[in-house]
């Protein structure tokens, strides 16, 4: 079995990270995963004011993927692949969004003006996916729960960023009572997590297409649970 973690963030990208890129992949690396997949908050989320606010898409792309880029050298060297992915936000409900990537998004700078519906046609159109994120997560800074069954191709029925269990208890309902594929997530943003989740597979997935086939195929072999929360 491989083991792959499915949501993760950069300090480079993600204002609300701490962990660059560069240690997030030595870390994982060190822990046996086999790969991981950079899920940075996208231009719609917390990523850096200095990224939002640049005025040259290009740029802004780069800006972006910088977070990416960094975890991808270093694992790179170490052996670990990293693939590209981004945590859409619409109004709450996060959004990872797998197999787009730079070209991708130098081709579609109107990705900002479109509606969360448009912008999952879109992804879908260009062959990618999106899996729900800790749907049913509560928390300060969340003023409701927002579900989209009908745009998304899988729902994150485990997140360690979920503060109770009984918010991914409820994400597995969802997923199963729509018959979703179900993927699990760290969410990580800190070295300091000690609760890491991601996803098994029975073959090595040499690219983010693999990963998105495995979702689109029903193909993922298993969720890695972390030690269960107390409350
Ligand atoms: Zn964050
Ligand atoms: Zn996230």
């Not at 973690?5 to 997030?24: D, L, R, V």
């Amino acid at each position: 079995m491989y083991k792959y973690e499915t949501h993760m963030h950069t300090a480079e990208t993600s204002a609300c990270a701490s962990a660059a890129g560069e240690q997030q992949a030595r870390r994982y690396k060190e822990l046996g995963y086999d790969g991981i997949i950079i899920t940075d908050h996208f231009f719609n989320g917390n990523c850096h004011e200095s990224i939002k606010n640049c005025k040259d898409w290009y740029k802004k792309v780069d800006m972006f993927m910088s977070g990416y880029e960094a975890a991808k050298a270093e694992g790179d060297r170490i052996g670990l692949k990293v693939f590209f992915g981004l945590e859409y936000c619409y109004c709450g409900a996060d959004l990872l969004t797998y197999g787009v990537d730079r070209e991708w998004l130098y081709a579609h700078p109107e990705v900002m003006s479109l509606s969360v519906f448009d912008y999952a046609g879109l992804v879908h159109d260009s062959g990618g996916v999106l899996v729900h994120a800790h749907p049913f997560r509560e928390a300060g800074y969340l003023n409701e729960i927002r579900l989209v069954p009908h745009y998304v191709d899988g729902v994150e029925s485990y997140n360690c960023g979920n503060a109770s269990e009984v918010y991914n208890e409820r994400a597995k309902w969802y997923a199963e009572s729509f018959g979703f594929v179900q993927t699990g997530g760290t969410d990580n943003h800190h070295l300091s997590a000690e609760r890491l989740s991601g996803i098994y597979t029975q073959t090595p997935l040499e690219s983010i297409d693999d990963y998105v086939q495995a979702i689109k195929t029903n193909n993922i072999a298993g969720i890695i649970y972390p030690e269960k929360l107390k409350n």
